[in-house]
Nanobody, 123 residues
Framework: VQLQASGGGLVQAGGSLRLSCAAS????????MGWFRQAPGKEREFVAA????????HYADSVKGRFTISRDNAKNTVYLQMNSLKPEDTAIYYC?????????????????WGQGTQVTVSS
């Protein structure tokens, strides 16, 4: 599966953004999807994940209550709604796909990755 992330940008602290990740192919519902991020000089970290049905989600503690992951299998798209953004959320955000997976926070379990979209939160 090929993934294309979009929706990043520059926003002030407290603002919102919605990221989208469009997947190619007809088997999108066979993939669990995740969002990860990497800030300059830091390791890539887990943000959120959703299982194939969309019924099970998993969030990093740092974003819980502020971010919401969802998916539309009819549109082959996964979303990340980000509210109450903080400067520490600044990073490149990547979507990833795991065939027949669950909502895993482990990046090594994802085998397909999008190109990333930059999110910058100003204070």
């Amino acid at each position: 599966v090929q993934l294309q992330a979009s929706g990043g940008g520059l926003v002030q602290a407290g603002g919102s953004l919605r990221l989208s990740c469009a997947a190619s192919g007809r088997t999108f519902s066979s993939y669990a999807m995740g969002w990860f991020r990497q800030a300059p000089g830091k390791e890539r970290e887990f943000v959120a994940a959703i299982d194939r049905s969309g019924l099970s989600t998993h969030y990093a503690d740092s974003v819980k209550g502020r971010f919401t992951i969802s998916r539309d299998n009819a549109k082959n798209t996964v979303y990340l709604q980000m509210n109450s953004l903080k400067p520490e959320d600044t990073a490149i955000y990547y979507c990833a796909a795991e065939l027949w997976g669950g909502s895993s926070p482990v990046s090594n379990e994802y085998h397909s990755w999008g190109q990333g979209t930059q999110v910058t939160v100003s204070s």
